[in-house]
Each structure stands twice: as structure tokens, then as C-alpha cells.
């Protein structure tokens, strides 16, 4: 079974930052693509970022101020974030399942429950 836990969120001001982990049991993350996605009140759970073996991808609306890696030998997929607007507060969550990133939340089989990352104007 595969089970994923989150970490990191908290309330922090805007320009601040933040690094979230994800750290995965029952599944060897190097071989399957991990992404990042958020919810916030209100709204639908979208793509934040995702890491394969081969490529890296980020929604637009965070490029330049996030940065997902991995270390394969902690089996643990970060999400560095800086330039922290109050428009990036929401519910952090990681998932897995493809062997490619994907931007459909619909393509991901294992979630975990999350970590709320909240910033102050």
C-alpha cells in the first residue's frame, strides 16, 4: 500500500517562504512521476508542479518562485517555495501514480492528506 505524508505548511507572510516535503512508503518514488497540487476554499484542486525521471513541469502561475526535487534515496519529493503571495494559500497536497507528470488530478491514484500553507498580507 502506498501511503504519502506531507509537511511543512504553515502560516507564513507574504514574500516569505516555505519547503514542503512528501515523504512516500510502499512505492519507490524514483519510478513514477510526483505531483504537487493545491485546493483552497471554494475552488477545484489544481496542478502546482510535478517531477518525473526526465522532466519537470510548474503551473504558470508559479514559475520562477517554486522548485520541486527529489531525493530518491529518502524516497522524498520537496517543493521549495519563495516570493509567497496570499494567493498561494491553500491545501497542499502530493500524489503519485503516473509514470509521466500529469496535470489531471483524475491521473493520480495515491494521495496524501495534506498540509495547510496559509499567507498573510
Known amino acids: 500500500q502506498v501511503q504519502l505524508v506531507e509537511s511543512g505548511g504553515r502560516l507564513v507572510q507574504a514574500g516569505g517562504s516555505l519547503r514542503l516535503s512528501c515523504v512516500a512508503s510502499?512505492?519507490?518514488?524514483?519510478?513514477?512521476?510526483v505531483g504537487w497540487f493545491r485546493q483552497a476554499p471554494g475552488k477545484e484542486r489544481e496542478f502546482v508542479a510535478g517531477?518525473?525521471?526526465?522532466?519537470?513541469y510548474y503551473a504558470d502561475s508559479v514559475k520562477g518562485r517554486f522548485t520541486i526535487s527529489r531525493d530518491n534515496a529518502k524516497n522524498t519529493v520537496y517543493l521549495q517555495m519563495n516570493s509567497l503571495k496570499p494567493a498561494d494559500t491553500a491545501f497542499y497536497y502530493c500524489a503519485t501514480g503516473p509514470r509521466v507528470v500529469r496535470t489531471n488530478v483524475r491521473e493520480y491514484a495515491y494521495w496524501g492528506k495534506g498540509t495547510q500553507v496559509s499567507v498573510s498580507s
Open positions: 510502499g512505492r519507490t518514488f524514483s519510478s513514477y512521476a
Open positions: 517531477i518525473s525521471w526526465s522532466a519537470i
